[in-house]
């Protein structure tokens, strides 16, 4: 069965950590750029960070610059989303997606414009004291 999986989230205080991973079944993630994308309620869906299959070259949402890390394990077929000094405003159903040899910005910032091949169920994350 081909598939994306979400887990790793959770009800973390603020200033805390938290690592989510994206692992993938039935396909291999190393042809794809990945991303990984959070919608709050309310809130448009947003380009959290994204890494090409290409050159592994990444982008990061301003809004999380200097505290996520996207990495990935291709032999472990997983791609993880690093967050460090949560806030608030990170609360948000995460989810990964895949799309075959895109750049990593233009992954995370048109992806309302592309067709992912393939996305993850989410997983919630709620920062909050």
């Known amino acids: 069965q081909v598939q994306l999986v979400e887990s790793g989230g959770g009800l973390v205080r603020p200033g805390g950590s938290r690592r989510l991973s994206c692992t993938a079944s039935g396909f291999t993630l190393d042809a794809y750029s990945i991303g990984w994308f959070r919608q709050a309620p309310g809130k448009e869906r947003e380009g959290v960070s994204c890494v090409s299959s290409s050159d592994g070259s990444t982008y990061y949402a301003d809004s999380v610059k200097g505290r996520f890390t996207i990495s990935r394990d291709n032999a472990k077929n997983t791609v993880y989303l690093q967050m460090n000094s949560l806030k608030p405003e990170d609360t948000a159903v995460y989810y990964c997606?895949?799309?075959?040899?895109?750049?990593?910005?233009?992954?995370?910032?048109?992806?309302?414009?592309?067709?992912?091949?393939?996305w993850g169920q989410g997983t919630q994350v709620t920062v909050s004291s």
């Open positions: 997606a895949v799309h075959p040899s895109t750049p990593s910005r233009a992954m995370c910032i048109y992806s309302d414009d592309m067709t992912m091949d393939y």
